[in-house]
């Protein structure tokens, strides 16, 4: 038996693969676009898995320390380290800011870590691809290679100049940001001492303020400006379990004896994938219904008019007593064929195309398995028009005018 | 050094110490300036030292990635001094000649499969 499907597009192969290479780049926009979202969910997940924690202790009644600000006293991480279960706690600032080098200025989530011997202690990078890590305490820093800065740099955030030391890769904050990691008393001061302008205002604001300017106490002065310009806050303690202590236990003991909000990881994976990007995911999932329609219509459209291009020749198939079911499987091939070829050629653009694009774009074989499905499903579905038309063609049209 | 106060600070763990001038240097720095000052020790012995970014941590144990043809496995080891040019002393776990994995593209567990490079393709040598 001969293969009318594939005679009929060795016929017109030229229309046949270009409309295929159209509809494989409208699929391969829309294979894109779902991972656009996955990236976006995968640089959440990232910035759990780099920062190394089991528990976020916060601010009380806030989101923080990636949702929502928070701040919280520098010393609140020695009574975590005395709490039962709990290995290790360290004090984390999370600035998200331009940092600039040279001319220009890179956006990027400025990373206060405790420094000193302490590898591998929550919130440091787990791995570098160069250099070295942060071994002095002040003016270093670890850098991500997305911000583009090398080994030597020195860049600028707020007050302070900082050498470049170690390039890390996939080091990004929840909204594709690249890390830049800074001693921590340094990251307190960028995030909470102001310039030195303000400064001097300041002091001149509560030198006349006569509450705190009092002829007789000399020292009450100096005293209020030295603590307006100490920052011993940070927003947040990252803390490790000791191995085998329940994450929900410690986190509500912290909650009771400490007073202050814990998010274990799934509490964290919720208020990131849940509320910090809900409202993104919901844009690019519309997006992803109205290009899944158009190319269904696309496919429906080319489907029929592949087919009432034929129509005669069709007419002339019945005339000769072809079957229906041989006239419906054709085109049905046909649709099939067009659905392979465009996911083809949607998948390989998308793949090359992936790297292009300045976020992260996270393109998983699953969702190609199901996108593989969707298109065979929709190019089926299109090609109902077409096959009702061609079973409805009067035989006597072959032989007419 | 002059000397080192008695208090440390309680938060930053830090000490305040009092540095002395080997050379006075004119004209004298402002008072109250804020100045970065590393301090020269005594050299150890010579022993081995890795670069500090191979360092670690799986779980509770610090240790480095050791290397044997394709094969991975993680040597928990025990750590000396570590200085300013972010070499550390390795004082257990490791002898002279072993191969460590310095910088990985991603985190290591025992089961990836490595490729060893001279440098990280995409990563400015």
Redesign the interface.
Known sequence: MISLAGRDIAHAWGKFVFTGLGLGLLLGVTLVMAGVYRGMVDDGKALLDNS?ADLWVVQRDTLGPYAEPSSIA??TERALLTMPGV?EAANVTYLTMQVRQGGRDVRAMVVGIVPG?A???PGWP????????V?????EAMAD?ATGF??GDTVRIRRNEYTV???T??MVSSSGDPMVFIPL?DAQEAQFLKDNDAIVQNRARTAANPAFNRPGVPGLLPAINASQTSS?TVNAVLVRL??GADPDEVAESVRRWKRLTVYTRADMEDILIGKLIATSAKQIGMFLVILAAVSAAIVAFIIYSLTMDKIREIAVLKLIGTRNSTIAWMILQQALALGVIGFAVGKITATFAAPLFPKYVLLMPLDSVFGFGAVLVICALASVIAIRMALRVDPAEAIGG | MLRTELRAD???E?LLAKVAFSAVPLPLPPIGERA?VTVDLPALPAGPVI???A???Q??Q?GVWATQGDSLTFVSVK?GR?????Q?QVLQGLKAGDAIVL??????TARSRIQVVD??P????
């Open positions: 190394g520098d010393d290995a011997e590898w591998g202690s787990p791995a570098l691809v160069a250099g070295r890590r071994t002095r305490g002040h003016y290679i090398g080994l030391v170690g390039l890769r996939r008393r011993n000791r191995p | 309680a938060v930053t830090e970065e670069p500090n970014a360092v670690q941590r779980g509770q610090l750590l570590a200085d300013l040019d972010g550390v910088h990985s593209e991603k985190p290591l440098h990280i995409g990563v400015a040598p």
